[in-house]
């Protein structure tokens, strides 16, 4: 059970220490403080979920403390305590965002029973929170299918390391559905009611990776204008998805080698150490151990990351799966725009069947919505698929994969004038990734 | 609870201003099936008069317990106080009871036990809820908080249901 953290903000001694020894006796973590001065200062580097605050204090008032509280941290719930004949003060507090108050002396069932409710009401909402994420995520998930042995392999593999806690380093092409392998392993876990938190890393600059990781306190930098929890905060009790982890900064390999290997962590311009509890899921498209050769990823990150790997098969080398895919696409794209298509022609399945999808099922995900678009029938036919004109054939079996790839990206973005966010679009890619491949295969203008 | 070292220790029923005289057995007999301690009466405070608040009209219960632990025999692994008087902590309105969490003394007031009972279970509904709340005052100075087990001593149920009602 995770036990509720609660501030006593309260300049007498004798209402701090017994409030704090009877909610003590209740199974809380209490700290206490003697004015709202102290409570700022213990709210910069502690995250409390719930604030009993006296009204009526020397210096900074409690109101002031509310006011402070709800800017920075709104979900934190404040109880105001008042004496008897200041009750116009606490329901103006009521009307700041205090959770409720109470009227010195108290009942003491009346102070376990707001408790009760504020610990339910926050668990809701972490909650709905959760149900939100796992129903925009479930049309992604479903995607995940295939009858096709290398499929069946994964999906084997998948059940076997879910309910283990190590870190599991997922490899395979972009596009092959590394991200729902991942959550599949989540889902299936022990930790399916904690939060899938996800960061990619290929798309978010350097410079803002380590506030996005670990957080910050306000005013830790110029743009810090309220604290922030970080990814490795919010993943507690869940899974934390590093995607592209190829594509991180060494500084911050070390930063989080460090990270996984005592699970304590600071936020940016932050005293307090913080710990987390979260697995570890990473993934990339990029040769990990090419990467160490090249010297851009370090050798014990790599190894603290590959306790249980596998790749992900690639479209090509699964092309049975490809009917049933495109069929689950259509079915929901032609759902999605209310458009009656019933299904996909033979000439259009067999030149899907020939067709080397580099950018694997996303590619095909993204053929078959633009399909469904310019459909002008109940069928989609070849002419719907245009990138299966003549020229976008481009299976040659004498090419190397990556000569494949360059010459096929080349050709997308001339096709599109360079416009890297509509031609990341076409090939099934994200704009980092297709930026990441431009710079590795030297593609110019 | 089976784990403790019991040897020679024991723990002390001390009753303080109070007409219940026959409940004192029972909660010795509680304690020793529950606790596995054994149980002796003793009176180590002779009025509680240094904890009476006048403005209030009640008994200010940390002091009492402060009083009491530094009061208790050496050989006593804890102390437990039987009161009728009205029991409060300064920011709450009233108490059943208080205990040192982790520490050596704890006290239970009759004052309040007998609301809501009706005449026909007076006398059993009574003695059930003395004997539940002294195990569950002492179960705090065994470093127990309150527990989400409905089934478990120290669950302390809201509102006016006092703790429920099984063993550990």
Known sequence: MIETKILIVDDEHIMRESLAGWLERDGHAIDTVASGEAALEKLKDTLYDILLVDIKMEGMSGLDVLKYVKENDPDVAVVMITAYGSISTAIEAMKNGAYDYLLKPFDPDELGIIIEKIIRDQARIRENVYLKSQVKDRTRFESMIGQSRPMQEIFDLIMDVAPRNSTVLITGETGTGKGLAAKAIHTNSPRCEGPFVVVNCGAIPEHLMESELFGHQKGAFTDAKETKKGRLEISHGGTLFLDEIGEISMRMQIDLLRVLEDRVFYRVGGTQPLKSDFRVIAASNRNLEDAIKEGIFREDFYYRLNVISFIMPPLRERKEDIPLLAEHFLRRFSQETNKPIDHINREAMDEMMLYEWPGNVRELENAIERAVVVSKSRHILPEDLPIFKPEHRISTPQNSLKEIEKAHITQILNENEWNVSKSSKILGIDRSTLYSKIKRYSINK | ?168
């Open chain 2, 1 to 168: 609870m089976g784990g403790f070292i019991k040897g020679s220790q024991e723990i002390i029923i001390s009753p303080v201003e109070n007409t219940y005289s026959g409940i004192y057995k029972s909660i010795g007999r509680e304690i020793q099936r529950i606790l596995g301690f054994q149980a002796r009466i003793n009176s180590l405070l002779q009025n509680v008069d240094f904890a009476f608040d006048p403005n209030r009209n009640q008994y200010h219960s940390t002091a009492i317990l402060e009083k009491l632990a530094d009061t208790a025999p050496l050989q006593a692994i804890k102390v437990i106080a039987i009161t009728n008087v009205d029991l409060f902590i300064p920011i709450l309105t009233h108490v059943y009871g208080e205990a040192q969490l982790g520490g050596k003394a704890c006290i239970v007031s009759t004052h309040r036990l007998q609301e809501n009972l009706t005449p026909m279970n007076i006398e059993s509904g009574f003695e059930e809820r003395m004997l539940k709340e002294a195990i569950h005052e002492l179960g705090h100075t065994f470093n127990l908080r309150h527990c989400r087990d409905k089934s478990c001593i120290m669950h302390y149920c809201r509102p006016k249901i006092r703790p429920a009602l099984s063993i550990l």
